[in-house]
């Protein structure tokens, strides 16, 4: 993913000590003006994030002071008494983004298989290349198409649900509830399509890198297809697929514009996915502008705030994940 | 029961029809998707769409002239904002940080600014623009978007220097030509098409974002050039459009999404050429 780890060391340090002694004076003091603006928009870009991290702080500090931790356990939102909690909605982002990830992650690890291994070469491309334009569609879209198209579609298939999967013993009461089409479910569906070229890309990525030698010795020993992937890309790739996967959570815990349309936007918390819900950005994104006092503006940005810092998080473990895939031990022939 | 290679060979035919299927499923809602956008778009397409500007509640005409138009200086801001900056970050990262500590530090947090949700960039600009000026802005919409494309034109700058071989810097400055020129003489233009490629599709992943606007540049029903008031952008219209109740306001936004689409499917096929012409030269 690194590309720059090849060459930088050697000309990044060898240039950059060799020129001045070189260069006539007017250009000595360009080089030192056009070093010194690299440098400080470098600086500047290492420091957005610290700097959006303390003004989303800075912005939630009355929320913060007025309902401190017990914010995140409080389920009560209601603006005419100025009560806020972020439960039900830490639990909406949090369901619908476990759905999404539930169903996205077979689908890519299936996809990025079939391109590595499977599908002729004539196909690995463009194939490739469609999975990743599900990418390049913009979140507002799949919130259309969502809310117009597919809810009522699904509205067609959540009584056969109901029938089905909600009367199963332990998971039933999931799967009970009115056909509307909206809801948590929905959510996670349209969610696990949204994160399924981001896993999909890093995934088929990895598998491509595992060393052929492997795979052939595999091969050679007589494992069929699906034996190879499970016992040998897999365990091989697992860290960075791991990394993958947190990637695309961090990716469906953040979405926005998409989860407002199809969600149902209801502050409560339901034992049924067909209920709606709401997640963590629909309620900023729907609330923001009708916040009236301080203190409901200053809450909806100190939601935005633990968002922020669930996101983090995943961030930093994928991050840490794909980093020990690349240092791992390299397997030679 | 079935015997141990009986059963070996079931599993593999099962996921060997599995896998298909999962690129099938992929596909499938691509191509769904992409169907209703056109097919809804183009029926709602028509002419008064780019000639009058967005109608107020309870009319049957078309239009949204504001939104087109406010949604290109929003852009036309935010890549004067970003790319400058992404550019010479990534600069400083490949020609001058190289593998120190500091540049590695950089690149971290590049990267973690690279995927952080685009609603906490849009609270960010909320917080240190709108909130002190007291208004809603389409500068500060601006530049919640510049910082969406700041991360991915510092990576793919940095990244794409790094490729530039080493040997063509050494020979300029072998030249006697000073650091600043050979970055803008030699190494920019070795790795121009791979640097345009990178702000394209940041470019891309700017021109459909909707939740940092929602509270920046927020709405205006009318056309308006000044970047210190609130601005009519597709995103956000699209939005309010597709959530309101009037037939005419759905279709409306129906062909924003379709002009959205064009426009960002255009820009990945353009990024992709210029890649491709780039890589086939080398």
Redesign the interface.
């Known amino acids: 993913m690194n590309v720059s780890g090849i060459s930088a060391p050697e000309s990044g340090g060898l240039v950059a000590n060799a020129s001045p002694a070189i260069a006539r004076p007017n250009g000595r003091a360009m080089d030192f003006c056009f070093r010194h603006l690299a440098g400080g928009m470098a600086a500047l870009v290492g420091l957005l994030l610290i700097a959006t991290l303390a003004a989303i702080a800075w912005d939630s500090r009355l929320s913060i002071h007025t309902f401190g931790f017990g914010f995140l356990w409080s389920s009560e939102w209601n603006p005419v008494t100025g009560q806020f909690g972020a439960l039900s909605f830490l639990v909406g982002t949090l369901v619908s983004s476990a759905i999404a990830m539930l169903l996205a992650t077979p689908v890519s690890f299936g996809i990025a298989i079939f391109i590595s291994e499977l599908a002729p070469r004539r196909l690995k491309q463009p194939i490739s290349s469609a999975v990743e334009l599900l990418a390049a569609i913009p979140s507002i879209v799949y919130g259309l198409w969502g809310l117009l198209v597919f809810a009522p579609a699904f509205a067609q298939v959540e009584p056969w649900i109901n029938d089905h999967l909600g009367t199963l013993p332990g998971i039933g009461p999931l799967f009970q509830g009115p056909p509307m089409g909206i809801g948590m479910l929905t959510a996670g569906i349209v969610l696990a399509i949204m994160v399924l070229p981001f896993i999909t890309a890093i995934m088929r990525d990895v598998f491509i890198m595992t060393p052929a030698a492997l795979k052939e010795s595999a091969y050679g020993l007589g494992c069929t297809t699906w034996e190879v992937s499970r016992r040998i890309i897999l365990p091989y790739t697992r860290s960075a697929v791991t990394g993958g996967i947190f990637l695309g959570l961090g990716r469906a815990l953040g979405e926005t514009m998409a989860i407002t349309f199809v969600i149902g936007n209801s502050n409560t918390i339901s034992a049924s996915l067909l209920m709606p819900g709401a997640s963590i950005p629909s309620v900023i994104a729907n609330e923001f502008t009708e916040a009236t006092t301080p203190l409901y503006l200053s809450s909806l940005i100190y939601l935005g705030l633990v968002l922020f810092g669930i996101t983090l998080l995943v961030r930093l473990l994928a991050a840490w994940m794909l980093h020990s895939m690349k240092r791992g031990t390299p397997l030679r022939p | 029961m079935i015997g141990l290679y009986a059963r070996?060979?079931l599993?593999?035919r099962?996921?060997?029809v599995?896998?298909?299927?999962?690129?099938f499923?992929?596909?499938f809602?691509?191509a769904?998707?992409?169907w209703?956008?056109f097919s809804h778009g183009l029926s709602a397409l028509r002419w008064d769409l780019f000639v009058n500007d967005t109608p107020p509640p309870g009319t049957d005409s078309y239009g949204m002239r504001n939104a087109f138009v406010g949604s290109l200086i929003l852009i036309g801001m935010a890549m004067l904002l970003g790319i400058?900056?992404?550019l010479?970050?990534g600069?400083?990262?490949?020609?001058?940080?190289?593998?120190?500590r500091l540049?590695r530090?950089?690149?971290?947090?590049?990267?973690?600014?690279l995927?952080?949700?685009?609603?906490?960039?849009g609270?960010?600009a909320?917080?240190?623009l709108v909130?002190p000026l007291k208004h809603f802005s389409a500068i500060s919409g601006s530049v919640a978007l510049a910082?969406l494309m700041?991360?991915i034109v510092?990576r793919t700058t940095?990244?794409m220097l790094?490729?530039?071989?080493?040997d063509m810097?050494?020979s300029a400055?072998a030249l006697?030509?000073?650091?600043?020129?050979?970055?803008s003489k030699i190494t920019w233009k070795a790795a121009r098409n791979g640097i345009l490629t990178g702000i394209l599709i940041a470019l891309?992943r700017i021109?459909?974002?909707?939740?940092p606007l929602?509270?920046t540049a927020?709405n205006n029903q009318y056309f308006s050039l000044d970047p210190l008031r609130p601005m009519a952008n597709l995103?956000v219209v699209?939005?309010q459009f597709?959530?309101s109740p009037y037939a005419n306001w759905?279709k409306m936004?129906?062909a924003g999404?379709l002009i959205?689409?064009c426009f960002?499917?255009l820009l990945?096929i353009v990024s992709?050429l210029v890649l491709n012409r780039g890589t086939a030269k080398s």
């Open positions: 070996r060979k599993v593999d099962i996921s060997r599995l896998m298909p299927f999962a690129a499923i992929g596909l809602f691509l769904w998707i992409l209703i956008s400058p900056v992404g010479l970050a600069t400083w990262l490949a020609e001058y940080g190289g593998q120190r540049a530090g950089v690149r971290f947090l590049n990267d973690i600014m995927s952080a949700p685009s609603i906490e960039i609270l960010f909320y917080a240190i909130d910082m700041i991360p510092t940095d990244e790094a490729l530039v071989h080493a810097r050494e400055v006697g030509a000073p650091m600043w020129k050979v970055i891309a021109s459909g974002e909707t939740a929602l509270f927020l995103p699209i939005f597709a959530m759905q936004a129906w999404v959205a689409i960002i499917l990945s992709r």
